[in-house]
T-cell receptor, first 113, second 111 residues
Framework: AQKITQTQPGMFVQEKEAVTLDCTYD???????LFWYKQPSSGEMIFLIY??????QNATEGRYSLNFQKARKSANLVISASQLGDSAMYFC??????????FGKGTRLHILP | DAGITQSPRHKVTETGTPVTLRCHQT?????MYWYRQDPGHGLRLIHY???????DKGEVSDGYSVSRSKTEDFLLTLESATSSQTSVYFC??????????FGPGTRLTVL
């Protein structure tokens, strides 16, 4: 069974609009962490944001925020005021227990001018 | 820049030949990882290390071995490369602040 599910293979969004990328996860470990990464067409993996399972508040980093809904096992990435440079592949990932980090299959985001 | 380098960055090899990929870090972090990335599969964990000579398998470890004789280096070896191992390989480190940073990747083609 998949531990990280990203249900949107691709998304098209108008520039300057907010974007929500979906991620659900599955774990029985009470201690875990959730990550989002961006992979532009150049290929590098860029860390965006992290949320710990015990964190009370949603993580934010500039235009990125993580909408953490623990009971629903959901960790959606929200990008405010999207820009053309946000066009990329986005991966949700989870660390559980022994520091293995498992990735979802990704969502390709296209920002339209 | 998390001080992670990978070598080589590109390699073309033939089926049946051994291949070793190197990951080098400059920050002495304990945890290091090897992933492969393939279309439709995202990133899949091959092996990881939690210290010198301490390694464990990930979800796609068959056909791969690793070694870590020094904190700064984590080697991934394909003993006898197959075409199914054509992929982009990423090394990553855990910086201990719950963030994981990736190297630039190695594109491996097995003919």
């Amino acid at each position: 069974a998949q531990k990280i599910t990203q249900t949107q293979p691709g998304m098209f969004v108008q520039e300057k609009e907010a974007v929500t990328l979906d991620c659900t996860y599955d774990t029985s470990d009470p201690s875990y962490g959730l990550f989002w990464y961006k992979q532009p067409s150049s290929g590098e993996m860029i860390f965006l944001i992290y949320q710990g399972s015990y964190d009370q508040q949603n993580a934010t980093e500039g235009r990125y925020s993580l909408n953490f809904q623990k009971a629903r096992k959901s960790a959606n990435l929200v990008i405010s005021a999207s820009q053309l440079g946000d066009s990329a592949m986005y991966f949700c990932a989870m660390r559980e227990g022994d520091d293995k980090i498992i990735f979802g299959k990704g969502t390709r985001l296209h920002i339209l001018p | 820049d998390a001080g992670i380098t990978q070598s080589p960055r590109h390699k073309v090899t033939e089926t049946g030949t051994p291949v070793t990929l190197r990951c080098h870090q400059t920050e002495n972090h304990r945890y290091m990882y090897w992933y492969r990335q393939d279309p439709g599969h995202g990133l899949r964990l091959i092996h990881y290390s939690y210290g010198v000579k301490d390694t464990d398998k990930g979800e796609v470890s068959d056909g791969y071995s690793v070694s870590r004789s020094k904190t700064e280096d984590f080697l991934l070896t394909l003993e006898s490369a197959t075409s199914s191992q054509t992929s982009v390989y990423f090394c990553a480190i855990n910086r201990g602040d719950d963030t994981q940073y990736f190297g630039p990747g190695t594109r491996l083609t097995v003919l």
